[in-house]
């Protein structure tokens, strides 16, 4: 099928790639002229597994193609729109400016029978707002939320977990346009439907509360978990073992159960401000407001690390040499987007350390925001003579692949925070570190 996708971003860039890869004929379309020239050139203008294989195949296949050009959507059967959601410059609600400027750019090039599928993560109610303006074109408009984590971006596009489709709706049923419009997009993702993965058929209204509400519950559940943390700090209990244990219970699950730094990225930050907004606009603040209070939460775990680091260096950061392992806001990732782990070295470096930066990915990226930090490629080299070291993204090069006897061989000090909870306590405390964790004795 001849689809478009406006939007090369995380979103729009893994999408068109994805789609281009399980058979489609795919122009990824996108006002940013670098963006543009690098994804034609089949270059991956971010770090995300597996894109620049599915970029570069589908670029000589010929089936993808990008352009500044929205007339290139015009002959597209399905049109993505994969735009940013940002938050509002001046409050928590989220900035709609690219989702309209998309809409309104994308309607002059459809044909009678289009389908626009919006993907971006929108507040409740904007796909019936956007609605009729697609509808004037003889286009049906449907949402059909993202679910895709970055760093397993290209596997959670082609192989996710479910698709959901808000489609013009009466009386809780789907109109015959919408029925036609659920087909369509069940044709597009015809491998994932043909192995049974779950197709969810809602109304707008739905769809659009599928995405935030997902997105509000697994934020949820880690600052449920750093809360509990909170609380192990004061009483002297393990929020690992606590999370190990009550994980066991398949009603609550050990997964996102992960205590340390808290939540960052493009979209858990973002969307519970937005969808506390969109609630409290729509007369129904008290319904999430506990959101605010997992924001409040997550925020405090990261002055927890950085007081956990001042204290263990005697109070005073003021030319200690302090090793920050990791910028990204998590592993597999060069987004530095809200990123806790970030945050805490501007942070320390704000209290007067000397702050050194490693990061196998976001490097350039945290670059160009902090400039003010030192930034060292190399693992080793950024840990030598260390005072102390933060682990606060949990890449393999640092959880795994750095003992902590090598480790002493390269710092002065023999400290380490454990920012993500990633690493073996016992073994660092064995080879003579002085070990502290979040949430943990
Ligand atoms: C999230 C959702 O998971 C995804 O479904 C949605 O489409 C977009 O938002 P993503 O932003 O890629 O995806 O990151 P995610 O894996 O959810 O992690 C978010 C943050 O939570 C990271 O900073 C991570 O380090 C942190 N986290 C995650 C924890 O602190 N503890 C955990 O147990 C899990």
């Known amino acids: ?88 410059a001046g409050g928590y609600a989220a900035d709609l400016t690219y989702v309209d400027a998309a809409i309104d750019g994308l309607v002059p090039h459809l044909a009678p029978g ?166 409290e606009e729509l007369g129904r603040g008290e319904s999430v407001a506990f959101l605010r209070e997992i924001d409040a939460i997550n925020l405090r775990r990261r002055d927890r690390a950085v007081d956990l680091v001042s204290t263990a260096l005697g109070g005073a950061l003021f030319k200690k040499n302090i090793t920050v392992l990791g910028a990204a806001f998590k592993p597999h990732s060069d987004d530095i987007r809200d990123s806790p782990a970030l945050d805490v070295a501007v942070r320390l470096h704000g209290l007067g350390a000397w702050v050194t930066i490693t990061d196998p990915a976001a490097i350039e990226n945290a670059r160009r925001i902090h400039p003010q930090l030192n930034y060292v490629e190399d693992r080793d080299e950024a840990l030598r003579e260390a005072d102390a070291v933060i682990v606060v993204t949990e890449w393999d090069e640092y959880r795994r692949q750095l003992t902590p006897e090598h480790a002493a061989s390269l710092t002065r000090g023999r400290i380490v925070i454990d920012g993500r909870n990633c690493l073996d306590a016992a073994a660092w405390r064995a080879a003579g570190w002085t070990y502290h964790g979040m949430g943990r004795p």
């Not at 270059?43 to 500044?68: D, K, N, V, Y």
């Open 1 to 88: 099928m001849r689809l478009s996708v406006i939007g090369c971003g995380y979103l729009g860039a893994v999408h068109a790639a994805a789609m281009a890869s399980i058979g489609h004929e795919v122009v990824g379309i996108d006002v940013d002229e670098r963006k543009v020239a690098a994804l034609s050139k089949g270059e991956a203008p971010f770090f995300e597994p597996g894109l620049q294989e599915i970029l570069t195949e589908g670029i000589a296949s010929g089936r993808l193609s990008f352009t500044t050009d929205m007339s290139a959507a015009a002959g597209a059967k399905v049109h993505f729109v994969g735009v940013g959601t940002p938050q509002q």
């Open 114 to 279: 289009d389908i626009v599928a919006g993907k971006s993560t929108v507040p409740v109610g904007t796909a019936e707002r956007l609605a009729p303006r697609v509808s004037a074109a003889g286009a049906t408009l449907v949402w059909n939320p993202e679910f895709l984590r970055e760093g397993w971006a290209v596997q959670d596009t082609v192989d996710p977990d479910r698709l959901v489709a808000g489609v013009p709706s009466e009386d809780g049923a789907p109109t015959a346009e919408g029925a036609t419009a659920a087909d369509v997009l069940r044709e597009v993702y015809h491998p994932s439907v043909a192995k049974g993965t779950p197709f969810i058929v809602t109304d707008y209204a739905t769809a659009e509360l599928v995405k935030v509400s997902a997105n509000a519950f697994l934020a949820t559940k880690i600052s449920f978990i750093n809360a509990m943390a909170e609380i192990a700090e004061v009483t002297g209990a393990d929020v690992t073992t606590l999370a190990d244990a009550i994980g066991h219970d398949a009603r609550i699950g050990r997964r996102f159960l992960g205590a340390g730094i808290g939540f960052g990225g493009g979209c858990l930050p973002k969307d519970i401000r937005a969808f506390s907004a969109r609630a």
